[in-house]
């Protein structure tokens, strides 16, 4: 049975699936074997389970131009949150923004609860529990098709979103990492021995993931929120990111890298991360690197 731009049904002999296809889904067909379907250049056929759970994200994706969730660890950054929330929101793609405060002193959360717009949720920690178990915590209420991590300071630019995602809209990709080592775009020159530990720690992860990125530890990763609801975040402080790189490359997903923009702060600046958290990266590297 085809559905050309039209309601589908889940009766027998019809399409998978309830939606109302958008223009750009010129054809879909179900049957007992599989899917076949013709959607901006993309071409079927599309077999049980997960090319047909692909089919159903890129309609809902398609018929949806905001369907990100961006989750903004916050700790101690009364000072940026509020351009950052308001860039943030300005992105056309954007559906949802979760910040989690993890018990800043600083008026911080003050400062995310007067914003105003009812895309915006705003939780948080009792105790400071680290940026690994804010995300965590933002994670679970996220609630669009495309999970995006944004840090609280001015050190990435949300313009950079469209970028971001694009893979996944198109259907090339289920995980993007962004990368301040590759394109064209504006890159603060600073510390020699950060970008020596950040290119040694991303060459130990790729070494146990068999993965060749060139940037691990750059805070944007975009993911399809299936594939979030297929690991836990279990590191609560900066091991998160060689954590989530083994876990998304353990799924066996498609992962994208993107350039993206790096405006870097020095540390008088009010940047955080220290040589313990390289210590823990390390860590994070060899106990779920190695972990099936």
Not at 205 to 230: G, H, I, P, Q, W
Request: hydrophobic fraction near 40%.
């Amino acid at each position: 049975m085809k559905c050309r731009n039209a309601q589908s049904s889940q009766e027998q002999g019809g399409c998978i699936t309830k939606f109302s296809c958008p223009p750009s889904v010129t054809n879909f067909v179900s049957d007992d074997t599989g899917v076949l379907c013709s959607m901006q250049g993309i071409q079927g056929p599309f077999q049980r389970p997960l090319e047909i759970d692909l089919l159903k994200f890129m309609v809902r994706s398609a018929s949806t131009p905001s369907c990100v969730s961006v989750i903004i660890p916050l700790y101690n950054e009364a000072a940026t949150l509020p351009r950052v929330i308001a860039t943030v929101l300005a992105q056309p793609c954007v559906a949802q923004v979760v910040i989690v405060d993890d018990c800043s002193s600083d008026g911080s959360h003050a400062v995310a609860l007067a914003a105003s717009d009812p895309r915006l949720l705003v939780l948080r920690h009792e105790q400071n529990a680290g940026k690994g178990a804010a995300v965590r915590t933002g994670m679970g209420r996220a609630t669009a098709d495309i999970v995006l991590i944004q840090d609280a300071d001015l050190e990435y630019d949300p313009a950079d979103y469209a970028r971001l995602i694009q893979p996944i809209i198109d259907n090339h990709a289920d995980v993007v990492f962004g990368s301040r080592f590759v394109g064209s775009e504006a890159h603060r020159v600073l510390y020699f021995w950060h970008s020596l530990g950040n290119s040694l720690l991303t060459l130990m992860s790729n070494m146990v993931t068999n993965l060749n990125l060139t940037d691990m530890e750059c805070c944007y990763k975009v993911f399809r929120r299936d594939v979030v609801a297929k690991f836990q975040i279990e590191e609560n402080r900066f091991g998160l990111e060689p954590e989530i790189t083994a876990k998304v490359a353990h799924l066996g997903v498609r992962i994208y890298e993107v350039g993206v923009s790096y405006y870097g702060r020095t540390y008088a600046e009010g940047k955080k991360i220290g040589w313990k958290d390289g210590f823990r990266a390390l860590v994070a590297i060899a106990k779920y690197g190695f972990r099936s």
